[in-house]
């Protein structure tokens, strides 16, 4: 009996103890499926299964006409989820990048460890009271707050702003290796150095040649010894190089002084005050591998310039990258063309033209385009001048949805420094006439309507070399541009009709008071009388053949007490006046139908009945 007894007992521990043992098992497999998730914000990411099998976006060539919107891409992708990696091969150059159901071959998992401080995943920096002498300080000298970035770590987290299918993409292994250059006048310190720390942290390597600062003749202390010492020592030491150009020569000039000392196959230039995001390199550079022809733009997320905060710009959407007649850059929704060229939301797609300074290219192609208009000085036009020749003569730009990089934009968009032997504006205006005399054909000429000044009067230079690289290469018109690439520019900006008059407009005897916007930016804003002060900008009124009354991208109604402006493209140009007249003889600017006319008292601007009697409503368009 004691026997029986016994055995009974060693069976129960027996079996206890396999239960155990496959608990334990079991319990330990799922933590290690569970440790793959990634962490972002704190917070785990639900990995999404790709749109499209393995099988199906691997085929060469695909071409689906299938746009998923949010909610389709929601529901399905939460089901059956892998987010482990598999043994298939990477894809090779030719095949390019990969949709598969595994995680990137790229893509690294992080680990679960919360940071805390200043900005950490993006948060936004807060200030005292007692602390905005010197951010007001640093807003002056820098054109946003240092004061916040100095206290945020080089090394800070960002989130991860991706769509999650990003992470489902396989790259070719082998890929070409990279410069990136940055080129800086008097930056900042902190934010140059984060710059520098976000490129090792999150490029492959593998793919990093170089990091190549160059600088733009800097006179801040900081940015002499102080920036040789930090580079010389890990983690720096032996990734950055330093060009110091001895002279300021603009931004322009730098880059290509960059470009010519970068090893690199690739050539990335970036500003000196971004972040870039996660695994932001491979699909930058793959469609360059696969085709060199192709230059290809990150999406450029927002680093907010006060509490530099993180976060994309607008709506978040997807858009293209056109410009408006007067070669101020805008930004359009993505076209239903270009979403039906693609299998899938989160691939490359085309834009007439880039942003700025943030983009990738084939370094020998560069050269071979002739960089930048060796004619373009300082600052202004040359993302117009490589976006329009790539274009026009056998080439492509693309955006990357799936390489994000975070940038932080200056107060009002105007750098803080001065420009030797000129202004900005000056700089700006001469570059957009090199550019819009060599590659926009008789389209040049709705510049010259908006910017009516210019014309025959300001010196722009010889343009006989672009002009024979244009005839040499065979590039395209304009119009098989505006045709083919910006389709929808025209849609979105309408060309300017012909001026009849234009100039500053003045109270007729007077020599120092004009008609001014007043720093207007939204519908319904008042006008007003302001000094004088002879760069045309928010002063610049033209009465056009279609009897409109404008000022920059403002048209002026005059069907209230007070005249008020209007987008002339906008969704309330209904209300613009379009029946607007000037008297040579009696100098009243008025409306016919309702016999109203501008007027004036002290410096507020006002529509009354027409009454040639009255100084008040004699005005003078005066041409600068």
Same mark, same amino acid.
């Given at each position: 009996m004691r026997i029986r007894k016994r055995r009974c007992m060693l069976f129960v521990v027996a079996v206890v103890g396999c239960i155990f043992i496959? +608990?334990?098992?079991?319990?330990?497999?799922?933590?290690?499926?569970?440790s793959t998730g990634v962490e972002t914000n704190g917070h785990k990411d639900i990995h999404r299964q790709p749109l499209q099998k393995a099988g199906a976006a691997e085929s060469k060539g695909a071409q689906g006409n299938i746009h998923y919107d949010n909610s389709m891409r929601t529901n399905s992708l939460k089901e059956n989820v892998e987010d482990v990696y598999d043994n298939v091969p990477p894809p090779s150059v030719v095949e390019g990048a990969v949709l598969r159901k595994s995680l990137g071959n790229y893509e690294f998992r992080r680990q679960p460890v919360m940071r805390t401080g200043p900005g950490e995943y993006?948060?936004? =920096?807060t200030f005292k009271k007692s602390e905005k002498a010197m951010v007001d300080l640093s807003m002056r000298e820098y054109s946003f707050n240092q004061y916040n970035s100095d206290k945020i770590s080089l090394d800070r987290e960002i989130p991860d702003l991706r769509e999650q299918e990003c992470q489902y993409w396989h790259y070719p292994a082998e890929l070409p290796k990279v410069s990136v250059i940055l080129v800086f006048h008097n930056e900042g310190m902190s934010t140059l150095l984060r710059t520098i720390h976000s490129i090792l942290n999150r490029t492959p390597s593998q793919l990093l040649q170089e990091v190549v600062l160059v600088d733009d003749d800097s006179d801040k202390v900081y940015l002499k010894e102080k920036l040789e010492d930090y580079?010389? +020592?890990?983690?720096?030491?032996?990734?950055?190089?330093?060009i110091r150009t001895g002279e300021r020569v603009g931004l322009i000039s730098a880059r290509v002084i960059g470009a010519k000392e970068a090893t690199g196959q690739i050539l990335v230039w970036l500003d000196a005050h971004c972040e870039v995001g996660y695994n932001w390199m491979p699909p930058l550079i793959t469609p360059i591998a696969q085709? +060199?022809?192709?230059?290809?733009c990150p999406i450029v997320d927002v680093i907010d310039n006060m509490d530099f905060r993180v976060y994309p710009q607008g709506d978040g959407k997807l858009a293209r990258g056109v410009f408006d007649w007067e070669f101020y850059y805008k930004r359009v929704p993505i076209t239903h063309k270009e979403i039906t060229r693609r299998s899938h939301h989160t691939e490359p797609y085309r834009s007439p033209v880039m942003a700025g300074g943030l983009f990738a290219m084939d370094k020998d192609y560069f050269f071979e385009m002739g960089g930048y208009d060796p004619g373009l000085q300082m600052w202004g036009g040359e993302n117009y001048e490589i976006s329009f020749k790539v274009w026009?003569?056998? @080439?492509?730009?693309?955006?990357?949805?799936?390489?994000? =990089? @975070?940038?932080?934009?200056?107060?009002?968009?105007?750098?803080?420094?001065?420009?030797?032997?000129?202004?900005?504006?000056?700089?700006?205006?001469r570059n957009y006439m090199r550019v819009a005399e060599v590659w926009m054909d008789d389209y040049k000429e709705n510049y010259y309507a908006k910017n009516?000044?210019?014309f025959n009067k300001l010196d722009y230079g010889d343009v006989s070399a672009q002009m024979h690289f244009k005839k040499d290469n065979k590039c395209k018109s304009f119009q098989w541009f505006l045709d083919n690439v910006a389709y929808d520019v025209v849609k979105w900006y309408p060309p300017p009709p012909v001026n009849t008059v234009w100039g500053e407009i003045r109270p007729f005897g007077t020599r120092h008071i004009c008609l001014d916007t007043l720093g207007s930016r939204d519908d319904g804003s008042i006008m007003g009388l302001a000094d004088c002060h002879g760069y045309g900008g928010n002063q610049m009124f033209r009465l056009t053949a279609v009897h409109d009354l404008r000022v920059n991208d403002f048209c002026v109604s005059g069907k209230t007490t007070k005249p008020l402006l209007y987008k002339c493209n906008g969704k309330?140009?209904?209300?613009?006046?379009?029946d607007w007249h000037y008297n040579e003889v009696t100098k009243q600017l008025y409306i016919i139908s309702t016999r109203q006319c501008l007027d004036y008292n002290e410096r507020t601007v006002l529509m009354t009945k027409c009454d040639s009697?009255?100084?008040t409503q004699q005005w003078n368009f005066v041409e600068i």
């Open positions: 496959f +608990r334990t098992f079991f319990l330990v497999t799922e933590m290690d499926r569970s993006g948060s936004p =920096v580079i010389s +020592r890990p983690p720096l030491e032996g990734k950055v190089k330093l085709n +060199r022809t192709t230059v290809v026009m003569c056998g @080439g492509q730009l693309l955006w990357a949805p799936c390489s994000r =990089v @975070g940038h932080v934009y200056r107060i009002h968009g105007r750098p803080p420094y001065t420009f030797p032997n000129g202004t900005l504006g000056t700089y700006q205006q009516p000044r210019l309330n140009k209904a209300k613009i006046t379009k009697s009255k100084n």
